[in-house]
Protein backbone atom coordinates (compact mmCIF):
# COMPACT_ATOMS: atom_id res chain seq x y z
CA UNK A 1 0.00 0.00 0.00
CA UNK A 2 1.01 3.10 -0.56
CA UNK A 3 1.60 5.94 2.46
CA UNK A 4 1.23 9.69 2.82
CA UNK A 5 2.21 11.27 5.70
CA UNK A 6 0.92 14.89 6.03
CA UNK A 7 2.65 17.16 9.00
CA UNK A 8 2.87 20.78 9.86
CA UNK A 9 0.70 23.90 10.72
CA UNK A 10 -2.22 26.08 10.19
CA UNK A 11 0.07 29.05 10.03
CA UNK A 12 -2.37 32.36 10.37
CA UNK A 13 -5.23 34.66 9.05
CA UNK A 14 -4.64 37.77 7.17
CA UNK A 15 -6.67 40.34 5.08
CA UNK A 16 -10.36 39.22 7.39
CA UNK A 17 -11.65 42.35 8.57
CA UNK A 18 -12.24 40.91 12.27
CA UNK A 19 -9.46 41.57 14.94
CA UNK A 20 -10.49 38.18 16.84
CA UNK A 21 -10.33 35.00 14.44
CA UNK A 22 -10.09 30.94 15.13
CA UNK A 23 -10.69 27.98 12.62
CA UNK A 24 -12.28 24.52 12.60
CA UNK A 25 -10.22 22.33 10.38
CA UNK A 26 -10.64 18.88 8.98
CA UNK A 27 -9.74 16.51 6.82
CA UNK A 28 -12.03 14.78 4.11
CA UNK A 29 -10.54 11.97 2.02
CA UNK A 30 -12.41 9.37 -0.60
CA UNK A 31 -13.13 5.63 0.16
CA UNK A 32 -9.83 4.72 -0.95
CA UNK A 33 -7.81 6.16 1.30
CA UNK A 34 -7.46 5.14 5.23
CA UNK A 35 -6.26 7.00 8.22
CA UNK A 36 -3.76 5.03 9.77
CA UNK A 37 -2.70 7.89 12.77
CA UNK A 38 -3.54 11.57 13.74
CA UNK A 39 -6.49 13.55 14.23
CA UNK A 40 -8.28 14.43 10.73
CA UNK A 41 -10.41 17.59 12.51
CA UNK A 42 -9.92 20.20 15.16
CA UNK A 43 -10.14 23.89 16.34
CA UNK A 44 -7.35 26.58 16.39
CA UNK A 45 -7.05 28.73 19.87
CA UNK A 46 -8.47 32.12 19.29
CA UNK A 47 -6.31 34.94 18.40
CA UNK A 48 -6.84 38.20 19.08
CA UNK A 49 -4.62 41.47 17.37
CA UNK A 50 -6.30 44.56 17.14
CA UNK A 51 -3.32 46.38 15.40
CA UNK A 52 -1.43 43.82 12.60
CA UNK A 53 -3.96 42.32 9.95
CA UNK A 54 -2.07 39.02 10.35
CA UNK A 55 -3.23 37.01 13.49
CA UNK A 56 -1.08 34.13 14.20
CA UNK A 57 -2.50 30.52 15.49
CA UNK A 58 0.56 27.89 14.66
CA UNK A 59 -1.81 24.98 15.44
CA UNK A 60 -0.20 21.48 14.61
CA UNK A 61 -1.51 19.55 11.98
CA UNK A 62 -0.07 15.58 11.62
CA UNK A 63 -1.98 12.57 9.91
CA UNK A 64 -0.48 9.48 8.19
CA UNK A 65 -2.93 7.81 5.41
CA UNK A 66 -2.74 3.88 3.50
CA UNK A 67 -3.83 4.50 0.03
CA UNK A 68 -4.36 2.24 -3.13
CA UNK A 69 -5.52 4.58 -5.54
CA UNK A 70 -4.80 8.54 -6.05
CA UNK A 71 -8.65 9.39 -6.65
CA UNK A 72 -10.36 11.01 -3.49
CA UNK A 73 -6.77 12.30 -2.25
CA UNK A 74 -7.19 14.49 1.05
CA UNK A 75 -8.46 17.76 1.09
CA UNK A 76 -8.38 20.51 4.04
CA UNK A 77 -11.63 21.84 4.93
CA UNK A 78 -11.47 25.19 6.75
CA UNK A 79 -14.16 27.05 8.60
CA UNK A 80 -13.37 30.65 10.42
CA UNK A 81 -15.36 32.21 12.82
CA UNK A 82 -14.96 34.90 15.08
CA UNK A 83 -15.96 36.58 18.90
CA UNK A 84 -17.86 40.23 18.42
CA UNK A 85 -17.70 42.75 21.50
CA UNK A 86 -20.60 40.67 23.03
CA UNK A 87 -19.04 37.27 23.29
CA UNK A 88 -21.19 35.83 20.49
CA UNK A 89 -19.51 33.24 18.16
CA UNK A 90 -20.19 34.41 14.53
CA UNK A 91 -19.46 32.13 11.06
CA UNK A 92 -17.39 33.85 8.88
CA UNK A 93 -15.79 32.36 5.75
CA UNK A 94 -15.03 28.76 4.26
CA UNK A 95 -12.21 27.52 2.73
CA UNK A 96 -11.18 24.28 0.64
CA UNK A 97 -7.73 23.20 -0.07
CA UNK A 98 -6.20 19.83 -1.98
CA UNK A 99 -3.29 18.38 -0.17
CA UNK A 100 -0.31 18.40 -2.17
CA UNK A 101 0.71 14.77 -3.24
CA UNK A 102 4.14 15.94 -3.93
CA UNK A 103 6.87 14.89 -1.35
CA UNK A 104 8.44 18.43 0.24
CA UNK A 105 7.36 21.49 2.16
CA UNK A 106 4.46 23.36 0.94
CA UNK A 107 2.98 26.91 1.69
CA UNK A 108 -0.34 26.84 0.79
CA UNK A 109 -2.65 29.79 0.78
CA UNK A 110 -6.68 28.72 1.31
CA UNK A 111 -8.74 31.36 0.08
CA UNK A 112 -11.82 31.50 1.81
CA UNK A 113 -15.30 33.51 1.15
CA UNK A 114 -19.13 33.27 2.57
CA UNK A 115 -22.13 32.91 1.09
CA UNK A 116 -24.36 36.18 1.17
CA UNK A 117 -28.07 35.00 -0.35
CA UNK A 118 -30.25 37.54 -1.50
CA UNK A 119 -30.98 41.21 -0.14
CA UNK A 120 -32.07 40.35 2.92
CA UNK A 121 -29.70 38.04 4.22
CA UNK A 122 -27.24 40.28 2.87
CA UNK A 123 -28.81 42.99 5.53
CA UNK A 124 -28.86 40.11 8.52
CA UNK A 125 -24.95 40.01 7.77
CA UNK A 126 -24.27 43.66 7.62
CA UNK A 127 -26.36 44.47 10.75
CA UNK A 128 -26.63 41.79 13.37
CA UNK A 129 -23.83 39.62 11.84
CA UNK A 130 -25.79 36.81 10.56
CA UNK A 131 -24.23 35.29 7.81
CA UNK A 132 -25.45 32.21 6.13
CA UNK A 133 -24.01 28.43 6.57
CA UNK A 134 -24.31 26.10 5.00
CA UNK A 135 -26.03 22.27 6.60
CA UNK A 136 -23.46 20.10 6.08
CA UNK A 137 -20.39 21.98 5.02
CA UNK A 138 -18.50 18.49 4.80
CA UNK A 139 -19.90 18.72 1.32
CA UNK A 140 -17.38 21.97 0.20
CA UNK A 141 -15.08 19.07 0.26
CA UNK A 142 -16.03 16.17 -1.80
CA UNK A 143 -18.16 18.31 -4.05
CA UNK A 144 -17.79 20.54 -6.93
CA UNK A 145 -21.09 21.70 -7.83
CA UNK A 146 -21.14 24.82 -6.04
CA UNK A 147 -21.65 27.09 -8.64
CA UNK A 148 -24.29 28.32 -8.47
CA UNK A 149 -23.90 29.92 -4.83
CA UNK A 150 -23.22 33.64 -4.51
CA UNK A 151 -20.57 34.00 -2.72
CA UNK A 152 -18.07 37.11 -1.55
CA UNK A 153 -14.40 36.89 -0.71
CA UNK A 154 -12.85 36.82 2.54
CA UNK A 155 -10.11 36.70 4.29
CA UNK A 156 -6.57 33.72 3.41
CA UNK A 157 -5.27 31.18 5.52
CA UNK A 158 -2.14 30.35 5.47
CA UNK A 159 -1.18 26.34 5.65
CA UNK A 160 2.34 25.56 6.14
CA UNK A 161 2.38 21.10 5.25
CA UNK A 162 5.61 18.86 4.81
CA UNK A 163 4.53 16.04 2.93
CA UNK A 164 6.16 12.22 2.58
CA UNK A 165 5.27 10.22 -0.03
CA UNK A 166 6.23 6.18 0.59
CA UNK A 167 5.23 3.19 -2.16
CA UNK A 168 3.57 6.10 -4.31
CA UNK A 169 5.73 4.46 -7.61
CA UNK A 170 4.02 0.78 -7.02
CA UNK A 171 0.71 1.94 -7.94
CA UNK A 172 1.21 4.30 -10.64
CA UNK A 173 1.35 7.45 -8.62
CA UNK A 174 4.96 8.75 -9.91
CA UNK A 175 5.99 11.57 -8.07
Avoid at 87 to 106: E, M, Q
Avoid at 121 to 138: E, Y
Wanted: aromatic letters at 12%; proline letters at 3%; glycine letters at 8%.
Amino acid sequence: MAELHVFGQIESAESFKQSSLFCKWSFHSGNGWKLINGNNEGQTQECRDLYKKKLTWNHPVDLHYSTQTIQGSPKILIQVYSRDNYGRILFIAYGTSCVPLIPGYHEIKCHTWKPIGNWQDRLRDKFLGITLQLKSPSLLANSTDRFELLTETEGIVNIQLHIMCKNFDKFGCLM
